[in-house]
């Protein structure tokens, strides 16, 4: 599939590289790529590669066939493990190939730190973004040099709903769903090759996953950079932005049986942030809220405002599987407003009615009036 290949790789001599190095101290964004093989990753990444666009990127490229697009690539080491260099192409950005989940290769890359403003990881096919994005969360010395600043799921607009309705066994998730579910943006890409009714139902199919997500479409992957970039998804600063966004999420109703939903709720007053880790933890960790039938609720993504006691900002919820975090924002809560709490889940097995309800009853719990 000559769109799928792998860029072509320019070495160029590193040595001018230097004049624009960038803060030392200044952490870097990491974007997620993710997407099933043929919808247009590779092409992205090829693109913003290829591009004059004055944004300095090192892409990680985590995925390769057999053959030329191997050949093509960087050598990769006599153990199959990793990375041997890094390219450095004619638009200033820096290439490198990976076999793994990323994480070293970002390791070696911010030895070279000052020569690039973003890093764009992919992943391969079929992986779970989640288990990458939770890896920043969890390694505190990535954490200290690097930030996750969202996850870009891209879906191909011909063959995207029959990825997205295709029905596992029992107890698997459908791993399309799963990366829509988990993207903060997606991208609908060859919506040349669909009629504006096909391309609808795959809006309308994303859109019942995540009702959160941002949609971009595009042919032959050809994005705006500014829509990629700077997405804040998993920091305070998109505090302002998540308020706005939070108010028109709507709960979704589900294409398949078991398939992914997300769901929406508003509880007002401040509570305390002991019963808020409480509910949290119930949900993530020790799985025991069930829907009507006795199904355990699987949440996926997890992310809102809330009003905690003692603090004077509004606090953002995340959460990606298991792991979750709370950070205070920059939006301030004023003397006289309602102060409220938004949160959006997407999952399977959710039923709003009961969350809500051991939402309340765990937070009310020895809180008192607030």
């Not at 944004?55 to 990375?83: C, H, P, T, W």
């Not at 390791?107 to 403003?117: C, I, P, S, T, V």
Request: charge should be negative; include cysteine; hydrophobic fraction near 40%.
């Amino acid at each position: 599939m000559e769109d799928e290949d792998c860029p072509d790789l320019v070495p160029i001599d590193a040595g001018g590289a230097e004049d624009t190095a960038c803060s030392p101290s200044r952490k870097i964004p990491v974007t997620i790529i993710t997407g099933y093989l043929g919808a247009g990753k590779t092409t992205l990444l090829n693109y913003i590669l290829t591009e004059q666009h004055d944004k300095r990127i090192a892409v990680i490229l985590n995925e390769f066939g057999e053959g030329s697009a191997l050949e093509r690539s960087l050598a990769i080491s006599q153990g199959g493990e990793l990375y041997e260099e890094w390219l450095e192409l004619r638009n200033g950005c820096l290439c490198c190939s990976v076999k793994d989940s990323g994480v070293k290769a970002i390791e070696n890359l911010m030895q070279r730190k000052g020569k690039f403003d973003y890093i764009l990881l992919e992943t391969t096919g079929l992986a779970d973004p989640g288990a990458v994005a939770s890896m920043f969360w969890v390694d505190s010395e990535l954490g200290s040099d690097i930030y996750l600043d969202g996850i870009v799921s891209v879906v191909d607009a011909r063959y995207g709903l029959q990825h997205l309705t295709e029905e596992k066994p029992e107890g698997l998730v459908n791993e399309a769903s799963r990366q829509v579910a988990l993207a903060d943006l997606i991208i609908i890409n060859k919506t040349d090759l669909v009629s504006e009714e096909e391309l609808n139902k795959v809006r309308t199919s994303v859109r019942s996953i995540n009702g959160l997500v941002k949609i971009l479409e595009t042919q032959r992957s050809r994005v705006d950079l500014s829509n990629v970039l700077d997405l804040h998804a998993f920091d305070s600063l998109s505090g302002v932005s998540l308020q706005k966004k939070l108010e028109h999420v709507k709960t979704t109703h589900a294409h398949l049986d078991k398939g992914i939903i997300t769901v929406t709720f508003e509880v007002p007053g401040s509570i305390k942030e002991e019963n808020l880790h409480l509910f949290i933890q119930n949900l993530l960790w020790e799985k025991n809220v069930k829907d009507k039938t006795g199904h355990t609720m699987d949440v996926i993504r997890l992310k809102g405002l809330v009003s905690v006691q003692g603090k004077s900002h509004q606090v953002i919820v995340q959460g990606v599987h298991e792991l979750y975090d709370l950070e205070e924002t920059a939006v301030a809560w004023e003397e006289d407003e309602n102060r409220t709490n938004r949160l959006v889940l997407i999952g399977r097995n959710l039923d709003k009615e009961i969350i809500k309800e051991v939402f309340i009853s765990t937070v009310s719990e020895k809180q008192g009036n607030s």
